[in-house]
């Protein structure tokens, strides 16, 4: 008797196995050839470090000074470091080419030294547009200035 249980519930384990094996093979078809507006926009969703502002790359005393973000562009978020306080905003529009954060709030530590986090904050709010190249991600103005160049990281 207990031989023909196990029997039973060999079979109905080797059934449940093929059919998960199914959906999961149905997960992940490829769809690169019907790429949709969205993904094309997984090209912002990453984190980045700042290299350049206002087209001059940044003097600092250290490494941990160096602005970061990370753009969610599924759940239209930004979040990171302004070189001295954390940041965490919305993104109010994007599609390719164009992107627009909403009102961004930072933690209010008092830093020695302001210049940098008070003009990443500025040009941030400035930003109306992106671009690409490579690893390299540039925000710019509503004219196609570039306000700020940053590099991917990981």
Not at 59 to 82: C, K, W
Not at 86 to 110: M, W, Y
Not at 123 to 146: A, T
Request: proline share 3%; with cysteine; hydrophobic share 35%.
């Amino acid at each position: 008797m207990k031989s023909k249980k196990m029997t039973r519930l060999a079979g109905s384990l080797a059934i449940t196995a093929s059919i998960l094996a199914g959906c999961s093979a149905l997960e992940t078809e490829d769809t690169t050839a019907t790429q949709t507006p969205d993904q094309g926009l997984m090209q912002l969703h990453d984190i980045w470090v700042l290299e350049t502002m206002n087209g001059e790359a940044l003097e600092l005393t250290s490494e941990a000074q160096r602005p970061r973000m990370e753009i969610d562009h599924r759940n239209l978020t930004v979040s990171g470091f302004d070189g001295c306080n954390n940041l965490r905003g919305s993104i109010q529009h994007v599609d390719t080419g164009s992107i627009e954060f909403g009102p961004i709030a930072a933690t209010r530590k008092a830093c020695f030294d302001m210049t940098v986090p008070d003009s990443f904050q500025q040009n941030m709010n400035q930003v109306r547009g992106y671009s690409r190249d490579g690893l390299k991600l540039y925000l710019l103005d509503g004219e196609g200035n570039e306000l700020l160049s940053f590099q991917k990281t990981d």
